[in-house]
C-alpha cells in the first residue's frame, strides 16, 4: 500500500454494490429504485416510498394497505422507555436523545439473530414507526410536557407532527412534510448510510446498526448541516447583510464553507434543493416571504458566483430548515426529522449488506513510529 492509494474520504472508492438508489451528480438527477425523487415527492407518500425502498418495487393496493396497517400498530413505545425520554436532560441536543433512544428502544424488542427474515421485517417496520414518536416525545418531555400518543387514525406524516403540536395539521402543512420525508429518505452512500453498512456487517442488531447511523447524521457536515443553515441566516439577520457578512467570513478564512452548500457527488444544484425550495415558493406568497427565506435566496445568488465555478451550489439543508420553520418546528428538531426519513433508507441498506455479507475490514497506511523503546514510567523526563 502506497500513498497513492490513500482516499481521504474515501472519494470515488466503491464501498458497495447496491440497488436502492442512483444518483447522477452532474444531471442532478436522483432516482429511488429507478424512480425520479421529484416524481416521489409529488405523487407518492412516505410510506409507499419507504416500502419501494425497502422491497425493491412499489407495492400493489393491498401490500400497502398492510404496510401501512403494520407501521400504525408498531408506534407505540412502552412506558418504561417514555419514563427513560424523561429522564433525559432537557439541555441534550434531541440528536443524542435519538440515539440513544434508538438504541434503548432495541432492548424492548431483543433482535440478535438478524438471519430471520419475518423478524428482520417485523424489526424494519418498529424502527420505522417508532423513531418519530420517540423524537415527538423528547421534543416536548424536555419542554416539561407529556408525550402525546400516536394516533392510529393519522398517516405517518400527520401522526408525526400530532404527536410534536398536539393538533392535527392543515392538509397543505401534511403534504410538505410528507413530501420532507420522502425527499431525505435515501441518498446512496452518504456518511450515515455507511456507518449502518458498517455496522449491520459486523451482524449488530437493526437498533444498534441504525442508533450508529443516527450519530453519523448528526454532524454538521452531514444532517447537521440544516440547523447550522437556520442559525447561520438568523445570525445574517436581513437580506441586505448577506454581501458583507460573507466578506468579512472570506477575508477572515478564505476557505469559509457556507452551511447548505457543496456536496460530495452534486457538482449542479441539488435536485431536492430544487424541490424544496419549490415547496417555500409554494408556502408563501412573494408578498409574505418570512425573512429567512428571502436571506437564503440572495446568499444563493451571491455565492453561485464565486463559488459554482468549483461545482459548490445549495444541497438538501440549504432550504429544509426554512421550510421546517415556518412549520413551528423547533430548529434542534430539524436533523431529527432528516433521521426519521433516512432510517427507511438505512434500513434498506441493513436488509442489503445482510445479503451476501462481508465484514467491512479496510486497510490503512501506517504513518507512525516503528521500534519505539518502553521507558519505564519513572525512567521518562
Ligand atoms: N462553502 C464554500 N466552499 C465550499 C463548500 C461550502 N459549503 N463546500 C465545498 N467548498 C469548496 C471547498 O473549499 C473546496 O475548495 P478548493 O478545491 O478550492 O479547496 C471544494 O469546494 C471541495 O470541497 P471539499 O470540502 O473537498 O468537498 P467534500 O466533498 O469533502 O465535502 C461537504 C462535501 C458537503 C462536506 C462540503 O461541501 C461542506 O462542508 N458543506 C457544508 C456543510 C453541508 O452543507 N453539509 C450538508 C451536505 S448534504
Known sequence: MTDSDYKPGLEDVPAAKSAISFIDGKRAQLEYRGVPVE?????????????????????????????????????????????????????????????????????????????????NWDAACRILAGLPTVVAAFARTRRGEEPIDPRPDLDHAANFYYMLFGKEPSAATRKVLDACLILHA?????????????????????????????????????????EEV????????????????LDEKLA???????????????????????????????????????????IALELERITAGIYGAKGVYPNVDFYSG??????????DVFTPIFAIARVAGWLAHWLEQLNGNRIFRP???????????????????
Not at 81 to 103: F, R
Not at 197 to 218: D, E, H, K
Not at 324 to 330: A, E, V
Request: glycine share 6%; proline share 6%; net charge neutral.
Open 39 to 119: 416524481i416521489l415527492a409529488r405523487e407518492s407518500c412516505f410510506e409507499e416510498t419507504a416500502w419501494l425502498l425497502l422491497k425493491g418495487d412499489l407495492p400493489t393496493q393491498k401490500e400497502l394497505a398492510d404496510f401501512d396497517a403494520d407501521l400504525r400498530e408498531r408506534r407505540g413505545i412502552h412506558f418504561r422507555l417514555k419514563d427513560l425520554i424523561k429522564c433525559l436532560p432537557s439541555t441534550g441536543h434531541p440528536m443524542e436523545a435519538l440515539q440513544a433512544t434508538t438504541a434503548a428502544l432495541g432492548m424492548f424488542h431483543p433482535h440478535r439473530q438478524v438471519t430471520c427474515a419475518t423478524k
Open 186 to 226: 435515501e441518498h446512496e452512500m452518504n456518511a450515515s448510510t455507511f456507518t449502518a453498512r458498517v455496522t449491520a456487517s459486523t451482524l449488530a442488531s437493526p437498533y444498534q446498526t441504525i442508533a450508529a447511523a443516527v450519530g453519523s447524521l448528526s454532524g454538521p457536515l452531514h444532517g447537521g448541516a440544516n
Open 230 to 245: 437556520l442559525l447561520m441566516l438568523e445570525k445574517i439577520g436581513a437580506k441586505e447583510n448577506v454581501q458583507s457578512w
Open 252 to 294: 477572515n478564512d478564505p476557505k469559509f464553507k457556507v452551511m447548505g452548500l457543496g456536496h460530495r457527488v452534486y457538482k449542479v444544484k441539488d435536485p431536492r434543493a430544487t424541490v424544496l425550495q419549490e415547496l417555500a415558493e409554494h408556502m408563501f406568497a412573494e408578498s409574505a416571504r418570512p425573512k429567512n427565506y428571502e
Open 322 to 331: 426554512v421550510v421546517y420553520q415556518s412549520l413551528g418546528i423547533p430548529t
Open 363 to 381: 486497510a490503512q497506511i501506517f504513518v507512525g513510529k516503528a521500534d519505539a523503546a518502553y521507558v519505564p514510567l519513572d525512567k521518562r523526563p
